[in-house]
């Protein structure tokens, strides 16, 4: 076992849950993740064996079929899948967040639906904020729900939805004006629908299309696309929670989780950035010596590690917090925020101890190289932390004049 990165006062079922994710990144993921990479092939394989783990229920209580674990547990298994491959991490995280939202803001009915048939595997979730003129400004969308009978009517184009093909179930976020006068403030006016959907590209349901694949530099494997809605019709029983007008705070509670998921994705990318670095160096020879007895490389490990130490702290700390019940904005954007730089950081730093075979795709850092900048920006930039951060620091010191 590796001395960095590891985490104290663990229960045994914690342990046990993590060695066996790991066992899997090793023998599973690692080996092929970088021949998918380069095809751009989504790990159908993969996925089903994550599956047959339980991991798409491992937050998901157990009264609905889950494995009922806590943030931290979950945080750390994704640690450890996306040292594999981060595109997988990304697959489970959507699946989640939707989960996660469904389990805290969904009416009974909407959970005893939806989260067995997510525990299992077998619905596998998406969500939808972002449009093409935004991407931060959550407030500013503009695709809109209008009543209908017992129905809603949806129209308007979404934005980089990951998962957007292979999910069944997508959490979109829609301006809905229904019971809230003129002059309402934006984020009190928009409803997020629970929108069911055959998995695949196209029209996959009347008045919903998936155009296709967005073309990325990196996290390739996992779909992103666009998501159309044109006269969409949902009953108002797929309304989340029932109410309109609280999709803006259903969402950022999401979110709020999703960044300590996307702060554990930079630590398990730092982490095995770090490996093959610290690996590499003590194989390559220059001037009749491994490169790892330099001091210059030796300064550049040293660097690395305590950047991985402590963006793995930041990132328990944060979900700790959160599991404790406690209000964790802070402690999840600062532990996003550091986990993201450090890790493309680390990562610049093994690329460089791999010198001219670093750019070389036989290589696997040359991946985490183009994987790296993704954590910089999904789930609010490294901007939007740093907003948020300041925010609260300013509530928390308020001056006392």
Request: include cysteine.
């Amino acid at each position: 076992m590796a001395r960095l990165a590891q985490t104290h006062g663990l229960t045994d079922v914690q342990q046990e849950i993590l060695s066996t994710v790991r066992d899997f990144v090793d023998k599973e993921i690692i080996p092929v993740a970088t021949e998918l990479e380069h095809r751009d092939e989504y790990p159908q394989e993969i996925v089903d064996g994550l599956k047959e783990l339980g991991v798409f229920g491992l937050m998901i209580p157990e009264e609905y079929g889950g494995l009922g674990e806590s943030l931290l547990t979950y945080a750390l298994c994704v640690e450890e899948i996306a040292r594999g491959w981060m595109s997988v991490s990304g697959i489970i995280n959507t699946h989640f967040i939707v989960a996660y939202m469904l389990k805290q803001h969904g009416t009974q009915e909407q959970k005893e639906y939806f989260l067995p048939r997510m525990a299992a595997g077998e619905t596998r979730g998406a969500f939808s904020m972002s449009e093409p003129a935004l991407g931060s400004d959550v407030s500013a969308i503009t695709s809109k729900a209008v009543k209908d009978g017992d129905e809603y009517v949806l129209n308007g184009q979404k934005m980089w939805l990951t998962n957007g093909g292979t999910s069944t179930l997508v959490a979109v976020l829609v301006r809905s004006d229904e019971g809230h006068p003129e002059g309402t403030a934006p984020h009190k006016s928009m409803t997020t629908f629970l929108v069911e959907k055959e998995p695949g590209f196209g029209e996959v349901r009347p008045g919903l299309t998936i155009p296709g694949k967005i073309d990325k530099m990196g996290y390739k494997g996992v779909d992103t696309t666009e998501l159309i809605m044109d006269g969409l019709r949902i009953p108002a029983n797929r309304v989340l929670g029932g109410t309109t007008g609280r999709g803006f705070y259903q969402m950022m509670d999401g979110v709020e989780v999703g960044r300590v998921n996307v702060a554990a994705r930079g630590c398990g990318v730092a982490q095995r950035a770090f490996e093959l670095g610290v690996s590499y160096a003590q194989q390559r020879h220059t001037f009749g010596k491994p490169i790892a007895q330099h001091q210059a490389i030796q300064f550049k490990l040293a660097e690395m590690a305590t950047k991985v130490e402590a963006a793995h702290a930041m990132m328990v700390n944060a979900a700790r917090k959160k599991d404790s019940g406690e209000r964790n904005d802070l402690e999840a954007g600062m532990a996003k925020y550091l986990a993201s730089e450090y890790c493309k950081e680390v990562v610049e730093d093994a690329f460089r101890i791999h010198g001219g075979y670093g750019f070389s795709k036989e290589y696997e850092i040359e991946r985490l190289y183009r994987e790296a900048p993704m954590l910089l920006i999904g789930e609010g930039t490294a901007e939007i932390q740093k907003m948020i951060i300041g925010r609260r620091l300013l509530e928390e010191y308020r001056f006392q004049g």
